[in-house]
């Protein structure tokens, strides 16, 4: 059963509150006795016609809109009530409706201009009541603004606000890898989008990083709601360093299954840390696994027989940041000729023909003189995008 009375802690709430309150009625009895005791009569005796029309809009309607629609619909409430008011008091001074809803206006935000002024003693009685209560009103609402921009800069640092946009890329896992592809995305893509989804921060400046953070369980579907996923391109998972490697690919596979869950059409990829969670991680909805560990320790192997200065690791590195690798199915012109003739027919397009796949073999040193199948996909080096 929704209470009699209705608290607030503002003050616009409060004054609509009060004409429509129950408790009028035996606030003004000892003034009349027989309308009002047929009212008192009504309210305690008669609980199902207690609650008003009026009462019951303002507690499923008004009480339910956001502050700042309460905060503009009850100021323009009282002003054009004011400026009704005296139009009727002063319908000299004030020929119009419009001349008293402005007067009020300029009356409660201002000192006034002087152009419309009342003139009678019940006239400036109101102005007086005008300018106490759109003194209150105008302030209050200056300080709602600016407590709730606070608020909202907080939330956003605190990731506690839902992102609204879409075709956005979701990043879930805060770490150095996750910065630096950050890095990567503002350099050649400043205009997308980034959603960061993360459980153990606290809060991310957003100010120092030009992205959304949600600050959750990957995992779980309120989460990703507040990421918008349904409307996401891609989510990139990684794998946070601190516990057991297979803990963590476990956790790896469930948040990939989440997310295929909520967004069927989502590009998932995700970084597995053991080779035998490998498939599972596929299974799971994953449409490109990276398995770091191999990575790196292809590189390790590298580095132990490099007497050079410069790593393997920044040659690749350089190499890189300003070009990619692309998988290109061979062009039907292409099919029975050599691979010759196809790395002249890339390199046309600015494009350099490194190595060929044909099934599940990769041939990265081709003889120029290998003909080329239909079904063959050409590995070709070109400039990012």
Request: glycine share 4%; aromatic share 12%; net charge positive.
């Amino acid at each position: 059963m929704i209470p009699a009375r209705i608290n607030s802690f503002y003050l616009p709430d409060w004054l609509l509150q009060v004409p429509f309150q129950p408790c009028c009625c035996q606030f003004i009895q000892p003034f009349s006795s027989c309308p009002f005791k047929a009212c008192e009569y009504t309210y305690t005796n008669k609980k199902s016609r207690r609650d008003s029309m009026v009462t019951q809009f303002l507690r499923r309607f008004y009480f339910r809109l956001p502050i700042f629609v309460r905060l503009f619909s009850t100021i323009l409430v009282v002003m054009v009530l004011f400026g009704i008011c005296m139009r009727h008091i002063e319908p000299k001074q004030f020929p119009t409706y419009f001349d008293g809803i402005w007067w009020a206006f300029v009356t409660a935000s201002t000192v006034g201009y002087g152009d419309l002024i009342p003139e009678t003693l019940y006239g400036k009685i109101l102005a007086i009541f005008l300018i106490l209560s759109g003194a209150g009103l105008v302030t209050f609402s200056l300080t709602t603004i600016a407590a709730g921009t606070v608020k909202y800069t907080q939330d956003l640092s605190k990731g506690l606000t839902e992102f609204k946009g879409s075709n956005h890329i979701i990043i879930i896992g805060w770490n150095e890898r996750t910065r630096t592809l950050l890095e990567k995305l503002n350099e050649k893509h400043p205009e997308q989008s980034v959603v960061l989804i993360d459980q153990s921060l606290t809060m991310l400046p957003y100010r120092e990083h030009t992205l959304h953070f949600i600050r959750g369980d990957a995992s779980e579907d309120k989460t990703l709601q507040k990421a918008n996923i349904q409307y996401a391109k891609t989510a990139i998972i990684t794998a946070n360093a601190g516990k057991n490697e297979k803990q963590i690919d476990y956790m790896t596979i469930l948040t990939a299954i989440a997310l295929r869950g909520n967004n069927p059409n989502l590009h998932i990829v995700a970084e597995v840390l053991t080779h035998s969670q490998k498939e599972n991680l596929r299974r799971a909805g994953a449409d490109v696994v990276i398995r770091s560990n191999d990575f790196v320790s292809t590189l390790f192997f590298h580095e132990v027989y490099h007497k050079e200065k410069k790593s393997h690791l920044e040659l690749l590195l350089h190499f890189l940041k300003e070009q990619e690798i692309r998988s290109i199915s061979l062009p039907s012109e292409l099919a029975g000729k050599s691979f010759f003739e196809a790395s002249r027919y890339f390199a046309r397009k600015e494009k350099t023909a490194i190595g060929y796949m044909r099934g599940e073999t990769i041939d990265m040193s081709p003889d120029f003189q290998e003909p080329m199948l239909q079904e063959d996909s050409i590995i070709t080096l070109q400039h990012i995008e």
